[in-house]
C-alpha cells in the first residue's frame, strides 16, 4: 500500500451511498435498509469520495431541513444524514472532504445552519469541524447515543 492518499469527492445520487451507509451505519444490513425518509426530496444534496479504483469510500448526505431545537434560526435549515467512512479509511481526511464538500455546498445556497443527530463516538469530528453541541445525548434503542450539534455556513 503507498502511503500516498489519493480520493476525489463529487456530488453522486443518493442511491449509490446505500451500499456504504448499509455496512457502516445499518450494521452491514441490505442497501435498502440505508434509505432514509426524504431521500428523494427536492434540494437533497448527497457527496461521496471515491478512492483511486473508483470504490466508495465516504459519503455524506445534506437534507433541507430546519433544526427543531433552533427553530427561529433565520437562515436555512440543513441537516446532515447518512455520514459513513469505510473503517480502513477513518482517520485519513475522507469525513473532513465530505463534510467539506457539504458545507461548500450550503454556502452557495446562500448559507444557514446546518446541523446532525451525531454518534457521540463522532462528536469530537463534527467539534473539529466548528459544530456545538445543542441539548443533552440520547440513546437511539436501535443505533445507540447520539447528541445533537450545529453550526452556520
Partial sequence: MTSELSFIVSQVPVEE???LRAKVLRNGGPPEAA?????DRPG????AATDDEGRMIGCIGLFPEPCPDLPEHPG???RIRG???EDEWRSRGVGTQVLKAALEHVAAEGG???WCNARTRAADFYRRAGF?????PWDDPE?????RMWREV
Fill in 132 to 136: 456545538q453541541e445543542i441539548g443533552e
Fill in 35 to 39: 434509505k432514509l425518509a426524504g431521500d
Fill in 112 to 114: 444557514g445552519l446546518v
Fill in 76 to 78: 436555512k435549515g440543513w
Fill in 44 to 47: 437533497v444534496a448527497t457527496f
Fill in 143 to 147: 443505533i445507540g447515543p447520539h447528541v
Fill in 83 to 85: 455520514m459513513a467512512t
Fill in 17 to 19: 451511498t446505500y451500499p
